[in-house]
């Protein structure tokens, strides 16, 4: 039986857009987002200034974006793909979902606009947004890995800031490289979603329908982590 384990999100707000939002964040406030951040269990957030020319590609009006990134339990990871699986990693999904809100919440309280792209979109690529961070990559077996881990999901608002701490370059550009070295996630996935010239096929992998991980497992930025396999690519 196959799954689509992510369910619609409840609108969770509670405090409505300011009339006439700001659109500078101070150093405190921003301090104050950060903390609040790592309080609703998030490891940290990143932020995407979106290009003229992708908001035409995707005709979208967004200008600046928050990624609220949490780090999926590893426990739920191991688990074998399953319905029990498909529904814990729902309900995870639905308690940091809540948490976005709240932090957008805040947001609008502080005279932001803050608006949550609804994660379940298809009218927009999440992933495309967020390599617009340059703080991620996308890697072979299509997963978006930052640096702090592999498994890492995320939620975004959409905000009138204008002045948030985004990057210029991304300097994980050398993973694309690592990756076509690899090849572990090609040799092993148990569906065969990659064609004869290793590349990615989407439509028969049943990570978002049944739960397999097997990828991610093993992954070596999974295993060892980011700094660990960069400095032995290094070598």
């Not at 969770?12 to 101070?26: G, Y």
């Not at 405190?28 to 992708?54: G, H, M, T, W, Y």
Request: charged residues 30%; aromatic residues 12%.
């Amino acid at each position: 039986m196959r799954i689509r384990y992510h369910q619609p999100i409840p609108n969770f707000f509670k405090i409505e857009n300011p009339i006439n939002p700001l659109n500078s964040i101070s150093d405190d406030v921003l301090n104050e987002l950060n903390q609040l951040i790592n309080e609703k269990d998030f490891f940290n957030a990143s932020f995407s200034r979106l290009s003229e020319e992708f908001k035409n590609e995707w005709g979208i009006d967004w200008d600046n974006i928050i990624i609220l990134k949490y780090k999926m339990s590893d426990d739920i990871l191991t688990m074998e793909p399953s319905r029990e699986k498909c529904v814990l990693e729902d309900k995870e999904f639905q308690e940091f979902g809540k948490k976005a809100f709240e932090i957008a919440d805040y947001l609008r309280q502080k005279g932001f606009r803050a608006d949550l792209i609804h994660p379940l979109d298809d009218a927009v690529s999440l992933r495309a947004i967020a390599m617009q961070s340059n703080d991620c990559i996308i890697t072979r077996s299509n997963m978006c890995m930052f640096k702090e881990a592999l498994n890492v999901g995320f939620f975004m608002i959409e905000t009138s800031i204008e002045n948030l701490p985004f990057k210029s370059e991304n300097d994980m550009q050398w993973v694309e490289d690592f990756c076509s070295t690899c090849g572990v996630c090609v040799d092993r996935c148990p569906e065969n979603a990659f064609d004869e010239e290793g590349k990615f096929q989407r439509k028969l992998c049943t990570a978002h329908k049944e739960g397999c991980s097997k990828c991610v497992l093993l992954c070596p930025f999974y295993k060892r982590g980011y700094d660990k396999v960069k400095k032995r690519y290094e070598r």
